[in-house]
């Protein structure tokens, strides 16, 4: 049996032109809350999958392990690693997970892997009893940064992995970690092998769609990131993903949606890509 629960993390403030791109604020005002600073609201929100009485966490969120001054940089709105506490209240600890699967490593994916922020204490990985798969590419991406995207990386996150003997980084479109039942989608466009993970479930498939669709205002395919390597690459990449889902009742899972976890994806009247049945949480899905 395999279940699916949606595990909140520690929230974020970001500017909202930088998470449009090219769109004008007078779009996507429409879909965001903006602050005063003209930031809106991001989740850092995980996946937990029990399968086969395992315990696989999709991302671990931005977590606490930043300082109060990158806290304030970044926007993290909470100090406690919320991470923690909503697995707690799943009836687990950091050491009940089995499975770490990172998309990328950008921090506000990641940084959940590490212990909270103390003055002159170095950061410690959490869920030590877990393997952590992580695609090549983005694996490789985060040992040698480019200058872009070197702050959106956690130097001492990377050192650990590498340490570690718990690590899987796959090339192809499966883990061996995983196993049946999981697959990956590679996206370039955001980030170099960001991997999507597919959950196979009885009434259609889920994709954790990572910085690739972050959440349903991105679903609309002209809608890219400041952030992302390239754009244009990336709504490539959506379009065949969200076609792919229209067309096997799939669903998808959302990282950075500060109000929804999940949704259908279906098309309009225009033929324009939405979202549909949307969730604001996941809670045992599929048991």
Known sequence: MRSLSSIEGNQQRLDGGALFGNAPKALW?????????????????????????RNILLETGIGAFLSPAMKKRFGVVQDEHILLRELAEQGLKPSDIDVVVLSHLHFDHAGG??????????????????????????????????????????????????????????????SEVLGEGFCFHKSSGHTPGMLLTEIEMPDGPVVFAADLIPGRPWVHLPITMGYDRFPE?????KGE???????????????????????????????????????????NLGH
Request: charged letters at 25%; one cysteine or more; a negative charge.
């Open 29 to 53: 005002n429409r879909w965001c809350e903006v602050d005063e600073s003209n930031r809106i609201t991001l989740a850092c929100r995980a996946l937990l999958v029990r399968d086969r009485g």
């Open 241 to 283: 993903l969200l076609q792919s889902l229209v067309d096997r009742k799939g669903r998808l899972f959302y990282t950075h949606d500060a109000e929804i976890a999940l949704s259908g994806v279906g098309k309009d009247e225009r033929g324009r890509f939405v979202a549909s049945s949307e969730l604001s949480r996941v809670s």
């Open 113 to 174: 892997m590490l212990s909270a922020y103390q003055e002159g204490v170095a950061p410690q990985l959490l869920f030590n009893n877990a393997q952590i798969v992580v695609g090549q590419e983005a694996w490789e991406r985060a040992r040698n940064p480019h200058i872009r995207d070197r702050a959106s990386f956690i130097p001492e996150l990377v050192a650990l992995l590498e340490k570690s003997s718990s690590l899987e980084v796959v090339s192809g479109q499966t």
């Open 233 to 237: 690459l990336v709504i490539e990449e």
